[in-house]
């Protein structure tokens, strides 16, 4: 893939979109959003593209976006739990508030570091979810 300065310059003078000059064809409007999206997808999976330290943090702050809902449901839950903690066990209180406080933690970052490992390493899934090149030898 060329550089961005010269798909720009390219774009300018031909008077298309450098979307369309990725894709090789003209685009209608309808067909621009999938194909931009197919563009993006495939210029990030580009080994030469992005290094893997900025294809990590892309996932990671993708991640973040995408599970809003589960972060805030995790914490309102060990706040709950927190408060049940306080009035059934006053006195192991702090260290039902640590343990709580690090299983959250646990299980949060290791569903980001799945996340993140499955689409920045590209490792393949098949059908029963298992890594489907575990079982292959190189």
Not at 62 to 83: C, G, M, S
Not at 85 to 94: C, M, T
Not at 109 to 130: C, H, I, L, P, T
Request: aromatic share 10%.
């Amino acid at each position: 893939m060329p550089p961005v300065e010269v798909l720009e310059i390219l774009s300018r003078e031909f008077g298309v979109t450098i979307n369309e000059i990725v894709a090789g064809r003209r685009l209608s409007d309808s067909d621009f959003r999938e194909t931009a999206e197919k563009n993006l997808v495939d210029a990030i999976s580009e080994p030469g593209a992005f290094g893997l330290s900025e294809r990590i943090a892309y996932f990671r702050k993708k991640w973040l976006r995408e599970h809003v809902f589960e972060i805030a449901a995790a914490l309102i839950l060990a706040i709950a739990a927190a408060a049940a903690a306080w009035f059934l066990i006053r006195e192991l209180f702090p260290l039902a508030c640590i343990a709580l406080g690090i299983a959250v933690w646990i299980w949060l970052y290791n569903s980001m570091a799945a996340y993140v490992e499955q689409r920045a390493f590209g490792a393949k899934k098949d059908a029963a979810g298992e890594n489907a090149d575990r079982g292959k030898k190189s």
